[in-house]
């Protein structure tokens, strides 16, 4: 079975505006990366739109429709100093969160042995009721209910690499045995939250604490001493990824000096623990990346392990 990449251009068409960093470039260079004859195996299919069913398991109907009622008709209407919306904000987070959707769908069908969503708006940081971060749905988290709601998944674990704490996630996780929520990322930084004395009602969050300029060997001593073992202890029958590359050295938001290798690296752990507990079962989700250089060479090593396996 394939690996399978699931996107739009409405994605495109999410405009924030001159100078923001979450712009139409992130996904277009991301895009052409994956172009090259290193990926002509992968399964390339459209992302559809997520129903209001789908995200209403996360989000609540009146926030919802309050969120997609914002649009503006056209211009910019900002939700806060980050999060940006425009006349083509609605379709594009739409398709984002209907991308995990139907990746969930492909990989727990057995259509496909996983699946990667190049997509924005991303979501990580988006709470249950308010959009924030650059963030509008919770498309991981969107994902993981309908894993759930559609194909009786028991358990699902996420694992969120980027640079930022996925606050939103882990509000989703945190009060539900059935979810469990683990973290890498730099501390201290946005969003403030993310401290490792948050462990879920059920001891079912782990978050694991970089300093800035940690580098290489922190984040592998930290994924290999402690996110893995909680992971083989959860035993999830779905894995997914909120994949951010904003670690990357030469991003200019975070500071914690990853590499191609280190995104690489992780990937092919996170697929042995797959194989382990999930039936390899793994849908992973882009989330932040700033940097279009780094962010294209550390997506195109994610995909490439997905492709090649653990």
């Known amino acids: 079975m394939n690996t399978a990449l699931f996107t739009h251009l409405d994605c495109l068409e999410h405009d924030t505006?001159?100078?923001?960093?979450?712009?139409?470039?992130?996904?277009?260079?991301?895009?052409?990366a994956l172009e090259e004859e290193s990926f002509m195996f992968l399964d390339?299919?459209?992302a559809p739109r997520a129903t209001r069913e789908q995200l209403e398991r996360v989000h609540p109907p009146a926030h919802v429709s309050a969120l997609l009622e914002a649009i503006p008709a056209e211009g910019h209407t900002s939700l806060d100093s980050d999060t940006v919306l425009s006349p083509g904000t609605g379709e594009a987070a739409l398709r984002a969160a209907g991308a995990v959707v139907a990746a969930v769908d492909a990989v727990c069908g057995g259509e496909v042995r996983n699946a990667f969503c190049a997509v924005r708006p991303p979501g990580h940081h988006a709470e249950p009721d308010q959009a924030m971060g650059f963030c509008l749905f919770n498309n991981v988290a969107v994902g993981a209910a309908h894993a759930r709601a559609a194909h009786r998944i028991k358990r699902v674990a996420i694992v969120d690499f980027d640079v930022h704490h996925g606050n939103g996630t882990q509000t989703f996780c945190e009060h539900d045995s059935a979810l469990f929520y683990a973290s890498t990322h730099q501390w201290p930084l946005y969003p403030g939250t993310g401290s490792?004395?948050?462990?879920?009602?059920?001891?079912?969050v782990l978050n694991v604490c970089l300093p800035p300029m940690s580098g290489s060997p922190e984040f592998r001593?930290?994924?290999?001493?402690?996110?893995?073992?909680?992971?083989?202890?959860?035993?999830?029958?779905?894995?997914?990824?909120?994949?951010?590359?904003?670690?990357?050295?030469?991003?200019?938001?975070?500071?914690?000096?990853?590499?191609?290798?280190d995104f690489a690296w992780v990937t092919s752990r996170l697929l042995?623990?797959?194989?382990?507990?999930?039936?390899?079962?793994?849908?992973?989700?882009?989330?932040?990346g700033y940097d279009l250089r780094a962010l294209a060479s550390s997506t195109a090593a994610h995909v490439k392990t997905l492709m090649v396996g653990g």
């Open 17 to 32: 505006g001159f100078g923001h960093p979450e712009c139409a470039d992130r996904l277009r260079v991301v895009l052409s």
């Open 272 to 288: 042995e623990v797959a194989d382990r507990h999930a039936k390899g079962r793994v849908v992973s989700v882009l989330e932040g």
């Open 196 to 204: 490792v004395r948050e462990q879920g009602d059920y001891g079912n």
């Open 44 to 46: 390339r299919r459209d």
């Open 221 to 261: 001593h930290g994924i290999q001493s402690q996110l893995i073992p909680a992971l083989d202890a959860f035993r999830p029958d779905l894995l997914m990824i909120s994949a951010g590359f904003d670690a990357h050295m030469r991003d200019p938001v975070g500071g914690l000096d990853l590499t191609d290798d």
